[in-house]
């Protein structure tokens, strides 16, 4: 789903299992009135000759959804209802949080200065230590026994090294560890944009789930990171989603619906489409090759069935640039086998 609501007569749809987000409408003035006309009667406790059973929330709540079990409560408010709402999707596609990547950088800027200046404080008490008329202090510099000994006896300079070493060892290992953890946020990806749409559409209207500052977490999404990664993101699997039937459930206003669907469902449906193109592509092409005399047109055949070839991966898979070009000249070599002894084939029968 795009980022911003749909016009109109909103509607979202997601899947239940890597939450596919996409707005949909319902066609035609009548379909339209309909739906206002069951609003107005849902808020005035009237019951509406057009009712839609299926469409009705739960337990009288348009809060309500699906709910894991039958025990479970519709009266949520706040952090429980976005929790509950988050959790209903199976494939956590719906777990988007803030990463604060600007606060996560100062904190590393912070712990980096403080260790700078360990390090000089290290460096300077070296070049004392060196220069020293006092052998054991010397000593102390290249042996940790010695260091050991006089801390033991509280020497004041051997205390401020040894302080220093251990202050060194805790930063180090707080700045290291967050290093690492800043590196495996930093490869977390994006949530995918229809999500983040529909988290919105679902969040705000009526009016924000939560209060304060936590309402505003969403408006900054260049900072927003899914702990799952999104979808398959080719052109076929976006078709398949935009179209796919969804269980739907009203949003918190009452007035929109969110579809949820198995994504599982969209990847079986991808891989089978896929493998029928390609068998077709192989078989038909070496089929329609077979029952061609003329030369030219068999060259003019692998032309278009390589370019279909590649076109067909480009659009039903997430191939890279290098994967399409060696999985299209593998195709390509294997029609112009066959064909090329085809050819020395008609060849030999014209010089007989």
Same mark, same amino acid.
């Given at each position: ?18 939450? /596919? ?16 006309? =069951? ?5 005035? =406790? #009237? ?15 348009? =809060? ?6 039958? $025990?479970?409560? /519709? ?11 988050? %959790? ?7 777990? *988007? ?22 390090? &000089? ?8 230590? %060196? ?54 946020? %930093? ?17 705000? &209207? ?6 304060? #500052? ?7 999404? =260049? ?13 076929? !699997? #976006? ?6 039937? %969804? ?6 206003? $009452? ?24 068998? *077709? ?54 029609? *112009? *086998? ?7 084939? !008609? ?6």
């Amino acid at each position: 789903m795009g980022a911003a609501p749909p016009p109109s007569l909103d509607f979202v749809k997601s899947s239940s299992a890597a939450n /596919c987000l996409q707005p949909f409408y319902l066609e035609g003035a009548l379909s339209h009135f309909f739906w206002k006309y =069951n609003a107005i009667a849902r808020a005035v =406790n #009237l019951s509406s000759p057009f009712a839609i059973p299926s469409h009705r929330p739960m337990n009288g709540s348009a =809060n309500c959804g699906n709910q894991h079990s039958a $025990g479970s409560s /519709c009266r949520k408010e706040g952090f429980a209802d976005v929790a509950r709402w988050i %959790a209903l999707d199976s494939d956590n596609e719906t777990f *988007v949080y803030r990463k604060f990547d600007e606060l996560a950088a100062r904190s590393l800027l912070y712990l980096q200065a403080e260790l700078l200046v360990i390090e &000089k404080e290290l460096s300077e008490l070296d070049k004392i230590d %060196a220069n020293s008329e006092e052998m054991d202090l010397r000593d102390a510099a290249r042996t940790w026994e010695t260091l050991k000994q006089l801390y033991d006896t509280n020497d004041e300079r051997a205390q401020v090294r040894m302080d220093l070493i251990v202050t060194m060892r805790a930063k180090l290992k707080e700045y290291h560890e967050a290093l690492l953890l800043q590196s495996e946020v %930093a490869r977390l990806k994006r949530p995918n944009n229809r999500v983040v749409g529909a988290y919105e559409h679902w969040f705000k &209207k009526p009016y924000p789930a939560l209060g304060g #500052l936590a309402k505003t977490f969403l408006d900054t999404p =260049n900072d927003l990171v899914a702990l799952s990664s999104p979808p398959a993101t080719d052109y076929l !699997s #976006l078709f398949l989603r935009r179209y796919w039937p %969804a269980r739907e459930e009203l949003s918190r206003d $009452g007035l929109h619906r969110i579809g949820r669907f198995n994504e599982k469902s969209i990847s079986i449906a991808v891989a089978v489409i896929s493998i029928l193109v390609a068998a *077709v592509l192989l078989v038909g092409s070496i089929t329609s090759l077979y029952f061609v005399t003329n030369d030219a047109a068999k060259l003019a055949m692998i032309a278009s069935f390589t370019a279909l070839f590649a076109l067909s991966i480009g659009l039903m898979t997430n191939a890279r640039r290098a994967e399409i070009f060696a999985a299209t000249a593998a195709y390509a070599a294997v029609l *112009v *086998v066959f064909v090329s002894g085809n050819i020395s084939n !008609s060849q030999d029968i014209r010089k007989a």
